[in-house]
């Protein structure tokens, strides 16, 4: 690849509310957006990060500073795995090739990673954590949505009236859990036997990471989704046995390239594949949506947080993402 010009510019991602998880609240997001110009064609990647590693701005904008030169060098998408370690910084440089290649040959990302062509997804909307009558009318809200993702904060009663809230409003949808890590292995028997009640179909990352050993000989009969103990590549052999899904974040393992990676071995190790999204803006989630095709779950509703997208941006539409190329990659569009 012949040497790039390489732009990095800083976006806040504002929310159009607060919305909680079991750690913290947000209110905002800092993205970085790279871009990567050959003199013909640019190419263009989102990240935010992931905070519980401490991949914050600063560490992208560090990491992007001290890759310069080699990224202005024009490498391969295998090459920048080893110039760039997994994270936001490596997301956004990696999406910025795959569109730069796409716009260069004419063809769509899809095509460049060997896909058929995409078709819409169903995906999951998220309830942030709150009051569980307030949580049931926000699921409500979501009259089109086909599957719902809770938000838990450990507190064991109030996630179980929580989840028995949505459940009541929301008799016709599929459910999922996400703990974000608040529980402990001792609370795990009261809160599967509880989701069972509620026919809650996933659970997902309910101890915090370093305690997968905790579930060594623990079978639930609800699916366990790793995230937070499920990064990069590099983590699918510890799953089997204790999870049963990988959850896959291109802020997480470093961009589309590594996160095709995974969805493979995941396969191959008898896990289910899910792909998942920090905040972001339509741009972010546009290469999930190119890993979403080899997903059993997908989770791509970020920018329907925000108090304002990016255009052209996603379509959600009767509980589905859609993802023309005009958001990304070569504009060779392919009808819904």
């Not at 974000?180 to 001792?186: D, L, M, P, R, V």
């Not at 920090?278 to 546009?286: C, H, P, R, Y």
Request: aromatic share 6%; proline share 4%; hydrophobic share 50%.
């Amino acid at each position: 690849m012949a040497r790039l010009k390489l732009g990095v510019s800083v976006e806040k991602l504002k929310l159009a509310a607060p919305f909680r998880i079991a750690s913290r609240t947000f209110d905002s997001a800092d993205a970085i957006v790279v871009t990567l110009d050959d003199g013909s064609h640019v190419g263009r990647g989102e990240a935010t990060g992931v905070y519980y590693l401490g991949d914050d701005l600063a560490h992208m904008l560090a990491a992007l500073e001290q890759a310069h030169d080699a990224i202005e060098d024009g490498p391969s998408r295998e090459e920048l795995r080893s110039i760039l370690p997994a994270g936001g910084a490596r997301n956004a440089v990696d999406a910025a090739l795959w569109e730069l290649e796409s716009k260069r040959s004419g063809l769509p990302v899809w095509a460049l990673a060997g896909l058929a062509a995409p078709r819409p997804l169903r995906t999951t909307f998220t309830v942030g954590a709150d009051e569980p009558a307030r949580m049931a009318e926000a699921a409500r809200a979501y009259a089109h949505a086909r599957s719902i993702k809770i938000k838990l904060t450990g507190d064991l009663d109030l996630d179980i009236a929580r989840v028995s809230a949505i459940r009541a409003a929301r008799p016709d949808v599929w459910i999922g859990v996400d703990a974000n890590q608040g529980f402990a292995i001792g609370d795990l028997d009261a809160l599967v036997a509880a989701m069972v009640a509620a026919d809650v179909a996933l659970i997902e990352q309910p101890l915090a990471r370093g305690r997968e050993a905790d579930l060594d000989g623990y079978r639930s009969p609800i699916p366990l989704a790793a995230d937070e103990s499920a990064l990069t590549l590099d983590d699918v052999p510890a799953l089997n046995g204790r999870f049963d899904v990988f959850n896959i974040k291109l802020d997480k393992c470093g961009g589309l390239t590594e996160a095709l990676m995974i969805a493979e071995a995941a396969r191959k190790a008898d896990l289910g594949v899910m792909v998942g999204c920090m905040v972001s803006s339509s741009l972010g989630i546009a290469p999930g949506f190119v890993v979403g095709q080899h997903c059993d779950i997908v989770d791509l509703d970020g920018p329907l947080f925000l108090a304002q997208d990016r255009a052209p941006g996603l379509v959600y539409r009767d509980g589905t993402i859609w993802c023309d190329e005009a958001v990304w990659g070569a504009r060779t569009a392919v009808a819904a």
